[in-house]
């Protein structure tokens, strides 16, 4: 197992359909690292603390669609679940747990993708 087979082993992702949709290691990392650098998490954050909705949704989603495309399966399942609270505007219930649960698969997926050159 080479070290960014241990990586999606650690994030809880899907090394092989990721390699099998970018077809090199060296592209998968690429755009790793692009992910690492960007700043969807820290929108959703504020979003949701200000109550704004669709902008929480819409970070939320487009965190969900990035970690598909790239495997991150742990990390796209949860922000999954947070789009599908957000998607018809303000929750109906309380979605600090399904907030909280995506934050824990984010710093995991960051501390792991913090070990990429």
């Known amino acids: 197992m080479n070290e960014l087979e241990k990586c999606y082993e650690e994030m809880g992702g899907d090394y092989k359909g990721v390699l099998g949709r970018l077809m090199k290691e060296e592209r998968i990392i690429r755009f790793l690292i692009k992910f690492r650098n960007d700043n969807m998490m820290p929108l959703?954050?504020?979003?949701?603390?200000?109550?704004?909705w669709g902008e929480a949704f819409r970070a939320a989603h487009s965190i969900k669609g990035v970690c598909a495309n790239l495997g991150i399966s742990r990390l796209e399942n949860s922000s999954g679940d947070?789009?599908?609270?957000?998607?018809?505007?303000?929750?109906?219930?309380?979605?600090?747990?399904?907030?909280?649960?995506?934050?824990?698969?984010?710093?995991?997926?960051m501390k792991v993708l913090g070990t990429l050159e």
């Open 44 to 52: 959703l954050e504020e979003s949701m603390r200000d109550k704004q």
């Open 82 to 109: 947070l789009t599908e609270a957000l998607r018809d505007g303000e929750p109906k219930e309380d979605v600090t747990p399904l907030l909280n649960k995506v934050r824990e698969d984010y710093e995991l997926t």
